[in-house]
């Protein structure tokens, strides 16, 4: 979805019939020129992302960008981001390539394993209390984030349980954010503007 100047939106998941569900939320921010551009939606289904198998039982299920000579649904999104969905076969290490002109970052939410890049990655810490200085190899529990520094490919070592985790990666857009609430601009100035016109009713300009 993209939002720009029309779309407020709230998500209601539901789950199954004991309420469990997996479910994510990327934000990709627009450049300055595409702040108020014109709304759209995508409604994908599960059987459109393609998903490939590896020698080594590596899978992936490609939902934005290029991967393994799969293009994901999802398109029209300007950070141009790849999105995978990444499970690593128990106690098998797998090198994934990445662009080194994008920045990266991976979410483990099943299993464990050890992340090693090209370049030294940092670790953001969610539910897992584990050394955020164990550089350049960081142990990734489940619901843990690993960012990565600019390098040409990552490596990951799965755990006895495997490693199921999301790769995303996305062009820089390099420049300022200002954000507050669901708005996000580039400068204070127009993020007051914009929480003044969504208080009044004319934020959305296209319906």
């Known amino acids: 979805m993209t939002a720009g100047s ?3 939106h709230q998500e209601m998941p539901k ?11 990327l934000w ?5 020129n ?11 289904p599960a059987s459109a992302i393609p998903e490939i198998t590896d020698d080594d039982e590596t899978r992936v299920r490609v939902v934005s960008g290029e991967f393994w000579g799969q293009r994901g649904p999802v ?7 790849s999105y995978v969905d990444v499970s690593v076969a128990p106690n098998r290490r797998r090198r994934l390539k990445i662009e080194t002109t ?25 539910e897992s209390a584990v050394d955020p200085n164990a550089n350049p190899k960081y142990d990734a529990r489940n619901h843990s984030l690993v960012l990565f520094d600019r390098g040409d490919e990552i490596t990951v ?11 995303v990666s996305g062009k820089p857009i390099e420049e300022p954010v200002a954000w507050y609430g669901p708005i996000v601009m580039n400068t204070q100035e127009e993020l007051r503007q914009a929480m003044t016109e969504l ?7 296209h319906r």
Request: proline share 5%.
């Open 199 to 205: 208080q009044s009713g004319t934020f959305i300009k």
């Open 75 to 81: 398109e029209g999104v300007a950070a141009d981001p």
């Open 15 to 25: 789950g199954d019939s004991r309420g469990r569900v997996h479910g994510f939320q």
């Open 157 to 167: 070592q799965a755990g006895e349980e495997g490693i199921r985790f999301l790769l």
């Open 102 to 126: 994008r920045n990266a970052f991976a979410y483990a939410f099943a299993g464990s394993g050890t992340f090693r890049d090209a370049s030294d990655p940092r670790a953001v810490l969610t």
């Open 34 to 44: 595409l702040k108020m551009t014109d709304p759209r939606y995508q409604d994908i």
């Open 28 to 32: 990709a921010n627009l450049p300055a």
């Open 6 to 8: 029309g779309i407020l």
